[in-house]
């Protein structure tokens, strides 16, 4: 496939009415949302209950106050842990360890770039944002740190880790005004969430996964620096069924590059078993290294989504 | 197989080599795609890796589509050629038909019982002669009566021409074949292999046979010899002139016809007596053209009333002439000459056009006349002779002191006595010894003892007048204005004694010298000569506009002028035929063209700019040819001895048009193109 630069006039014409679209965000968190996230709070209360808040454990030593386990004195240690009853019976010097109780920190990667643009009646960008905020609230209402970052061919933007239900005001700020566009890298988007992002937590990404670089080496990425990535894909019906017919000039909408096809109902039939390949290959992988995935399409309402991931598990423990 | 398409090869090459480019083109030139956004190329790009396994069969059915269209316009191409399947054995002709519409195509001999005509016979043997053209043979049609009418251009369509035939209807008129050869032969030059059939009953007269040259023709004019002393103009005869140039063009002909027994009136005519108008006498002659004896009874009407009928019996051949002298006058001016079938062998024949013969007794008018005169007997005892006048007479005291008196008359004669006031138009004036400045024509002066030395023979007044020994004692003279259309009609050496002239819708005839009264010094002994009756009659006729030998029977198919008396300023006549029609015809110098195309009566009317009627004058027309009547077919006809073959070489060939399933054929590919196309089987 070749760039077509007489295509260009018309891509950036395609381009700003579908951004446009997009842009318009005023109506995405309207009272009607909020009531359907309150909904969503208090269902996850109500299926979890028993948890305790804010009682995540990490598997830190640290200074909490359930003890975890022994070991050997090593200079320098404080005195202040040393067990003494210990000492008297074994005659060995060994230092208690306490579990260390924190805050779970959660990243909502919200996939922004182009592509996510499209959709129809409702564009996919859209729908991950409603996800997005509706994840967030429940983190927030859980007391968890919860941050925000649009990304597409980088970080755009980042909303700092928050915690409190309060907090989700500013989310719906964030997300309205955060800037979009941009090809789908997620390789280099993850590494540099990695290098910004020190502490570790449970990396919710939401995202179409349409890079064609591949999707697997940025969930790498988050694995290999100890995030817990939780695959959230997002896609748009006609785009796994397209309804096309005839002599086409295909344009990608984030790189511009076109290619001419005529469209035949045998190729649309091989295209849709691509298109599910592509979507099964995602969650094999998912699958494969344990981690959470959830693949939706823009039809299903976001609510129904979300409680779908509660029932899971994974993300409210 | 034969290639008769409209271009040289050449060209059509050309053009072939054109369309293949340009079909080629547009497949080289990529379809404008309508544009599609996806939100990930790179799954497309996968299927169409997968699917580019096929990619050289994708490129074979691109490649058979264009061999396809290809393939499509090489066959629309083959058919613009015209191709024609079977054998072509002679070269494209060139062929005018010359259909004979004449008035014998009109006898009842197309089939045994007589039930259609010889023009239906025909037009089938016409039609079979086109639907045997070939197919680079075509055809004009031409239908020959009293003229040479075109029906149709060349044209090889055989369903046009065979319409045209049958809408080609007979005509009353004779034909006239030397007029029909000769545009047949205009329409033939420069075309090849030129030829032409005549259609006909072979009843043409002899001289129009003759009227022909096989050979090429001597130069139209004598050319002067180089010793400045003799021409070649002794080679060149007058025949040659109107000789139709037969040379290089080959004439066919195609007798129809089956009988010859015919029974015909071939002249009717009627005149006035000179001198007793009312009387007339009628002329007919009915002439047998059959080879059996044959018995028919002559009627003759006037009007609808019979005048006589009578039962007679002709010999093969025999002419007969009937002359019905001393007929009275009637108010209808219509005679019908008819002959009526008898029962019995040799009682009727199959040519009913000549049975009937129309005539027209000329117009006459009672005039009115008032004299201004003091008593002259001479002139009173003139006048009184004749018997179509309505006579008045005042003196000139009278007539000065109420000029209205000459209101309403046709004629008033001014004796000796020269008016201030004219009678106004359209009442004629003669005038004796007019003098002053009232005079009708400028008096130039007086001549004593003159001699009537030269009259103008053609002019009405003079009609049958002889004026050479008349003696006058003195007489005036006039100057003539030409340019006002005065005339002298009668000269004494060179002073005008006798003039004439034109003023709108009147006439206007001075003498010069005085008529013998009491109390008179001229005298002349013009009233003691015969000629002075005659004299008054011609001059009133004249201001009557009754020409005694006016013809108002004419043959038809014949072009005729006919005068039409007082016509000032019309330019066109509308003549009223025998079915209706109203046609228009040119008036020049006073005299209306007129052509029978039908037998029966016509009114030819003048009218002037406000469509008020000036002139009209009623005619007949017959058919009156006896080479016509003479219905017997000739199985044979020679031109300038020169014999015509029938048209043998129209011999039916067999050949098949092929555009037609070349066409069908091409239309059921671009389907077929279609539907594949569409249902994604060659994309």
């Known amino acids: 496939m070749e760039p077509a630069s007489a295509s260009l006039t018309?891509?950036?014409?395609s381009a700003a009415v579908r951004e446009s679209r997009v842009a318009d965000r005023s109506e995405l968190f309207d009272d009607r949302f909020l009531k359907t996230l309150e909904h969503l709070h208090m269902v996850s209360r109500k299926v979890f209950a028993g948890n305790l808040r804010a009682e995540r454990r990490t598997r830190k030593v640290g200074s909490g106050i359930e003890f975890a386990d022994h070991r050997t004195y090593a200079r320098g240690d404080d005195f202040r842990y040393i067990d003494w009853n210990l000492y008297g019976r074994l005659d060995k010097l060994l230092l208690r360890l306490f579990e260390e109780e924190e805050d779970l920190h959660i990243y909502i990667l919200v996939d922004v770039s182009d592509s996510m643009a499209i959709g129809s009646p409702l564009p996919k960008l859209h729908y991950a944002m409603q996800v997005g905020a509706a994840l967030t609230y429940v983190g927030l209402a859980n007391l968890d740190r919860v941050a925000i970052i649009p990304f597409s061919d980088r970080i755009i933007d980042r909303l700092p880790p928050s915690r409190g239900k309060n907090r989700i005001f500013r989310v719906f700020d964030f997300l309205k005004k955060c800037d979009l566009g941009g090809k789908t890298e997620l390789a280099e988007c993850m590494k540099d969430f990695v290098t910004q992002n020190k502490r570790r937590g449970l990396a919710v990404v939401i995202s179409d996964f349409y890079d064609p670089q591949g999707f697997e080496q940025g969930i790498n990425t988050l694995r290999y620096n100890k995030f817990e990535p939780f695959v959230l894909q997002v896609y748009d019906k006609r785009e796994a069924e397209p309804n096309l017919h005839g002599d086409l000039a295909l344009v990608d909408c984030e790189t511009g590059d076109t290619r001419e096809v005529t469209v035949s109902k045998s190729l649309l039939e091989q295209y849709t078993k691509a298109h599910e390949a592509y979507c099964q290959e995602l969650e094999a992988y998912c699958t494969k290294y344990a981690m959470p995935f959830f693949r939706t399409h823009t039809s299903i309402p976001f609510d129904e989504l979300v409680l779908k991931i509660f029932r899971s598990g994974g993300f409210l423990r | 197989m034969s290639f008769l398409g409209p271009l040289p090869f050449g060209i059509f090459i050309?053009?072939?080599?054109?369309?293949a480019a340009l079909a080629v083109?547009?497949?080289?030139?990529?379809?404008?795609?309508?544009r599609f956004e996806v939100p990930f190329s790179h799954l497309w790009k996968r299927v169409l890796e997968q699917k580019d396994a096929n990619a050289l069969w994708?490129?074979?059915?691109?490649?058979?589509?264009?061999?396809?269209?290809?393939?499509?316009?090489?066959?629309?191409l083959f058919a613009a050629l015209d191709p024609t399947l079977g054998a072509v054995d002679r070269k494209a002709r060139s062929v005018v038909v010359l259909f004979d519409a004449s008035a014998s195509m009109k006898a009842m001999d197309g089939n045994e019982a007589g039930s259609k005509s010889r023009l239906d016979a025909a037009k089938e043997r016409t039609k079979a002669l086109v639907d045997s053209m070939g197919g680079g043979d075509v055809a004009m049609i031409m239908k020959?009566?009293?003229?040479a009418t075109p029906m149709s251009r060349f044209s090889s369509d055989g369903p046009v021409l065979n319409k045209v035939i049958d809408g080609i209807a007979a005509s009353d008129t004779p034909a006239d074949l030397t007029r029909a050869?000769?545009?047949a032969a205009d329409a033939l030059r420069d075309r090849p292999n030129p030829l032409i059939v005549i259609v006909s009953d072979g009843a043409f007269p002899e001289a129009q046979l003759g009227l022909v040259s096989w050979d090429e023709k001597k130069p139209l004019a004598p050319q002067p010899a180089p010793d400045g002393k003799t021409s070649?103009?002794?080679?060149w005869e007058k025949k040659d002139l109107a000789a139709v140039d037969l040379s290089k063009i080959d004439v066919r002909y195609l007798?129809?016809?089956?009988?010859?027994?015919?029974?015909?009136?071939?002249a009717f005519n009627v005149r006035r007596y000179i001198a007793n108008k009312a009387a007339y006498e009628v002329y007919i002659e009915v002439q047998n053209f059959g080879q059996e004896p044959a018995h028919r009874q002559l009627a003759l009407y006037n009007g609808d009333t019979a005048v006589d009928i009578k039962k007679i019996d002709i010999a093969p051949g025999q002419r007969i002439k009937q002359i019905y002298p001393k007929l009275p006058g009637s108010l209808d001016n219509k005679l019908r000459a008819s002959l009526r079938p008898v029962e019995g062998a040799g009682g009727s024949d199959s040519f009913a056009l000549d049975d009937q013969a129309f005539a027209l007794l000329p117009a006459r008018k009672k005039q009115k006349v008032l004299m201004v005169t003091t008593d002259n007997l001479f002139l009173e005892g003139a006048i009184l002779v004749y018997d179509n006048i309505d006579p008045a007479k005042v003196s000139p005291a009278e007539y000065d002191a109420k000029p209205s008196l000459a209101d309403g008359m046709d004629v008033v004669i001014f004796d000796e006595h020269t008016p201030a006031v004219l009678p106004p138009s359209p009442t004629s004036l003669l005038f004796f010894h007019p003098t002053g400045e009232n005079s009708p024509f400028a008096i130039r002066g007086e001549l004593a003892n003159p001699r009537i030395t030269e009259i103008d023979e053609g002019h009405p007044v003079m009609r049958w007048v002889t004026m050479s020994d008349i003696y006058m004692d003195k007489s005036g003279t006039f100057a003539p204005d030409p340019k006002k259309g005065e005339s002298t009609i009668a000269y004494s050496v060179r002073d005008s004694i006798i003039a004439a002239k034109r003023d709108g819708r009147r006439k206007i005839l001075a003498f010069g010298f005085s008529l013998p009264a009491a109390g008179r010094e001229s005298a002349t002994d013009l009233p003691m000569r015969v000629a002075f009756p005659m004299l008054l009659v011609n001059t009133l006729d004249w201001f009557a506009g009754d020409q005694t030998d006016l013809l108002t029977t004419y043959p038809t198919g014949s072009r005729e002028r006919v005068p039409l008396d007082g016509v000032v300023g019309a330019t066109e006549a509308e003549v009223k035929g025998p079915d209706g029609t109203i046609t228009k015809t040119p008036i020049i110098d006073g005299r209306a063209t007129f052509y029978g195309s039908r037998v029966g009566y016509y009114d030819v009317t003048a009218k002037d700019g406000k469509g008020t009627p000036i002139a009209q004058i009623e005619l007949a027309a017959n058919l009156a040819s006896p080479a016509e009547s003479d219905i017997a077919p000739s199985t044979e006809l020679s031109l300038a001895g020169k014999k015509l073959e029938a048209p043998e070489a129209f011999a039916i060939t067999r050949s098949k048009k092929l555009w037609i399933y070349l066409i069908l054929f091409a239309m059921a590919l671009i389907v077929m193109e279609w539907v594949t196309y569409h249902r994604r089987i060659t994309v």
């Open chain 2, 255 to 266: 007798p129809v016809g089956r009988r010859s027994d015919n029974v015909g009136i071939v």
């Open chain 2, 144 to 147: 020959v009566d009293g003229q």
């Open chain 1, 10 to 13: 018309q891509l950036k014409k």
């Open chain 2, 232 to 235: 070649n103009a002794a080679n």
């Open chain 2, 58 to 76: 994708k490129q074979l059915k691109r490649l058979i589509s264009l061999l396809l269209i290809l393939l499509i316009l090489a066959i629309v």
């Open chain 2, 25 to 34: 083109g547009a497949y080289i030139i990529k379809m404008r795609r309508r």
């Open chain 2, 181 to 183: 050869l000769g545009a």
């Open chain 2, 14 to 19: 050309y053009i072939a080599l054109g369309a």
